[in-house]
Nanobody, 123 residues
């Protein structure tokens, strides 16, 4: 069992930046591929970005390419999502999740989830 904890959310103006962190509670997740998802009110949980266990491969949804960067530091047992040039439409609860599958985008392909962190972008 892997429990994930997200942090770093908050309120930011459009054009601003935030960095989210995802870390496991109680054990390492260095063998897992990690994904970030987001869910806006009344909408489904959507894929944002993913990174392989080694950090050598990443994948992004089109709407965040060039603005968001996913990275990981396995020595610190942490995965990051750097979010720049934020837009009001980025407002959502952001979740990290762990999978044994390579760079997958469906929520059903992830085994473990965090509780989420709220990101609010004001216009």
């Amino acid at each position: 069992q892997v429990q994930l904890v997200e942090s770093g959310g908050g309120l930011v103006q459009a054009g601003g930046s935030l960095r989210l962190s995802c870390a496991p509670s109680g054990r390492t997740f260095s063998n897992y591929h990690i994904g970030w998802f987001r869910q806006a009110p009344g909408k489904e949980r959507d894929f944002v970005a993913a990174i392989t266990w080694s950090g050598s491969n990443t994948y992004y949804t089109d709407s965040v390419k060039g603005r968001f960067t996913i990275s990981r530091d396995n020595a610190k047992n942490t995965v990051y999502l750097q979010m720049n040039s934020l837009k009001p439409e980025d407002t959502a609860v952001y979740y990290c999740a762990a999978s044994t599958l390579f760079l997958v985008v469906s929520t059903s392909q992830y085994d473990y989830w965090g509780q989420g962190t709220q990101v609010t972008v004001s216009s």
